[in-house]
């Protein structure tokens, strides 16, 4: 069993538990608990994978570009490099650097998404979903997707 396949079978176990919540009870009902253990458990198992550096021989990232049409960067690790930096890539699936805009023939060997931005208010002790609706990417040039 992989990651996904762990992630997939807490979701399914999650909406098991749902299912046993008593409106009557809730939000004091043990289910209720339970559901709340299981999405802290399935965010730190997405986390986990979203941080793990995928080979481009594997696969490229799907989505390159925000809605507006602006792209996105990537960690990304070039061949032979010490450390990695961010890179784009482009719908022929050339890497660049939006930074210096231009377009060197980058022999990017493996990529990951970049971290969420650090938000001061955030604290670790302090869990909250967030549902998917209300996410957005961030822009580092513009500062969100406003």
């Given at each position: 069993m992989d990651y996904q396949d762990g992630i997939n079978q807490l979701l399914d176990l999650r909406e098991r538990?749902?299912?046993q919540i008593k409106i009557e009870h809730a939000p004091n009902d043990p289910w209720a608990e339970d559901v709340k253990a299981l999405d802290i458990a399935i965010q730190a198992l997405e986390k986990q994978l979203n941080d793990?550096?995928?080979?481009?021989s594997e696969r490229l990232p799907e989505v390159r570009q925000y809605e507006d049409g602006e792209?996105?960067?990537?960690?990304?690790?070039?061949k032979d490099a010490v450390v990695p930096t961010a890179l784009s890539i482009d719908d022929n699936g050339s890497?660049?650097?939006m930074q210096r805009s231009i377009s060197d023939d980058y022999n990017v060997i493996a990529w990951k998404p970049?971290?969420?931005p650090y938000l001061e208010w955030e604290?670790?002790?302090?869990?909250q979903m967030v549902p998917e609706e209300d996410k957005?990417?961030?822009?580092?040039?513009?500062?969100?997707n406003d």
């Open positions: 538990c749902k299912g793990k550096w995928i080979p481009v792209p996105i960067e990537f960690i990304a690790m070039i890497w660049f650097d970049l971290p969420e604290k670790e002790e302090e869990f957005y990417p961030y822009d580092p040039y513009y500062g969100g």
